[in-house]
């Protein structure tokens, strides 16, 4: 498929691989982040990086200037806690950016837009595995603002000629079997992240919060996608918005099944051969027992298949990449 595609926030955890699976795939990609969190190490230098925040007013400008086909839209915040805490900051970086960034986009005509979403959107589903059409009753600002951003994807695809597909992200996890990229993010929450920090002596401990919740083990059970597998559904939504531009696409990204926090740690200890110091915590508010995606709408909208759905495969990838990190701190120290 021709065109160029704009990635923003391609400078983070999950666009840098959208980046790589664009790329690799022929495409050219130009990136657009304020590298407030992402790092320009982290875009591969085949793809045209930009320095400008989605909402900038001369986004237009740029869409014009590089013949922008379509926007992968990954920039935003991610951190629950600190959307209860700081509402106003994820409705700003969240929900009134990407107003800026579509407006952006229909005054340059650009006629394709994918979109970085969450199981968050669900809040605490009343059935598990969650499928697309069930109840969206989010229990934080941060699933909120992304709930009224597809909000605003079905009425601005509704009022002009531009289609989507807002992807709910699952728990990701993992980093590009090639050593490429993966999560740098300093004080990420993600449980595998924090699991191969502890593995390689960057934490002593990882907390457990809640063990009574009704699951197998009483710990929380959480569909764990490898982020490349992530990236690969990009690539899909794209080349599938283009093939049928009349159609748009809510779609869970995830595997359809489930683990629970204590099997994620027994995996880390497997793949390291290390028993890992796991503290015991209470629960933490609005955390839900069960999150597992129905995925049967992905697989039969998208030529998309899991390529790295095996949980020791992902900590093995995370843990290559977490030494990799560790290797580079050491050389920028040196």
Same mark, same amino acid.
């Given at each position: 498929?021709?065109?160029? &595609?704009?990635?923003?926030? +391609?400078?983070?955890?999950?666009?840098?691989?959208?980046?790589?699976?664009?790329?690799?795939?022929?495409?050219?990609?130009?990136?657009?982040?304020?590298?407030?969190?992402?790092?320009?190490?982290?875009?591969?230098?085949?793809?045209?990086?930009?320095?400008?925040?989605?909402?900038?007013?001369?986004?237009?400008?740029?869409?014009?200037?590089?013949?922008?086909?379509?926007?992968?839209?990954?920039?935003?915040?991610?951190?629950?806690?600190?959307?209860?805490?700081?509402?106003?900051?994820?409705?700003?970086?969240?929900?009134?950016?990407?107003?800026?960034?579509?407006?952006? =986009?229909?005054?340059?005509?650009?006629?394709?837009? &994918?979109?970085?979403?969450?199981?968050?959107?669900?809040?605490?589903?009343?059935?598990?595995?969650?499928?697309?059409?069930?109840?969206?009753?989010?229990?934080?600002?941060?699933?909120?603002?992304?709930?009224?951003?597809?909000?605003?994807?079905?009425?601005?695809?509704?009022?002009?000629?531009?289609?989507?597909?807002?992807?709910?992200?699952?728990?990701? =996890?993992?980093?590009?079997?090639?050593?490429?990229?993966?999560?740098? $993010?300093?004080?990420?929450?993600?449980?595998?992240?924090? =699991?191969?920090? =502890?593995?390689?002596?960057?934490? /002593?401990?990882? +907390?457990?919060?809640?063990?009574?919740?009704?699951?197998?083990?009483? $710990?929380?059970?959480?569909?764990?996608?490898?982020?490349?597998?992530?990236?690969?559904?990009?690539?899909?939504?794209?080349?599938?918005?283009?093939?049928?531009?009349?159609?748009?696409?809510?779609?869970?990204?995830?595997?359809?099944? +489930?683990?629970?926090?204590?099997?994620?740690?027994?995996?880390?200890?497997?793949?390291?051969?290390?028993?890992?110091?796991?503290?015991?915590?209470?629960?933490?508010?609005?955390?839900?027992?069960?999150?597992?995606?129905? /995925?049967?709408? &992905?697989?039969?909208?998208?030529?998309?298949?899991?390529?790295?759905?095996?949980?020791?495969?992902?900590?093995?990838?995370?843990?290559?990449?977490?030494?990799?990190?560790?290797?580079?701190?050491?050389?920028?120290?040196?």
């Amino acid at each position: 498929m021709d065109g160029t &595609i704009l990635v923003t926030g +391609g400078a983070g955890y999950i666009g840098s691989h959208a980046v790589l699976a664009l790329l690799d795939a022929g495409r050219e990609v130009v990136v657009v982040d304020n590298l407030v969190t992402g790092f320009a190490w982290a875009v591969d230098p085949r793809a045209t990086l930009v320095e400008m925040n989605v909402a900038d007013p001369r986004m237009s400008d740029l869409l014009r200037a590089h013949d922008i086909r379509a926007i992968m839209h990954f920039a935003g915040s991610v951190v629950v806690p600190e959307s209860v805490s700081d509402p106003l900051k994820y409705y700003e970086n969240n929900t009134a950016a990407t107003r800026a960034l579509l407006a952006s =986009a229909v005054a340059a005509g650009t006629p394709h837009f &994918i979109f970085s979403s969450t199981a968050a959107t669900y809040g605490t589903p009343d059935r598990v595995p969650v499928a697309e059409g069930d109840p969206t009753v989010p229990i934080n600002p941060y699933g909120m603002s992304k709930l009224m951003t597809e909000a605003m994807l079905r009425d601005v695809a509704a009022a002009h000629p531009m289609n989507y597909a807002a992807l709910r992200y699952f728990n990701v =996890a993992g980093a590009d079997p090639q050593g490429r990229s993966g999560q740098s $993010t300093v004080g990420a929450t993600h449980l595998i992240k924090i =699991a191969v920090e =502890a593995a390689t002596g960057k934490r /002593n401990a990882v +907390g457990v919060f809640g063990t009574d919740f009704p699951t197998r083990d009483g $710990t929380g059970v959480r569909d764990y996608i490898h982020v490349s597998d992530l990236a690969a559904a990009h690539v899909a939504a794209f080349d599938q918005l283009a093939a049928e531009p009349a159609r748009s696409h809510t779609l869970n990204c995830g595997y359809g099944r +489930g683990f629970s926090v204590l099997e994620v740690l027994d995996a880390v200890d497997r793949v390291t051969n290390l028993k890992l110091d796991r503290r015991l915590e209470s629960r933490r508010a609005g955390d839900p027992a069960e999150l597992i995606a129905d /995925n049967r709408a &992905i697989l039969a909208t998208l030529p998309w298949r899991p390529e790295r759905d095996d949980l020791d495969g992902i900590v093995r990838d995370a843990l290559a990449w977490e030494r990799r990190l560790g290797e580079r701190e050491k050389g920028r120290q040196g």
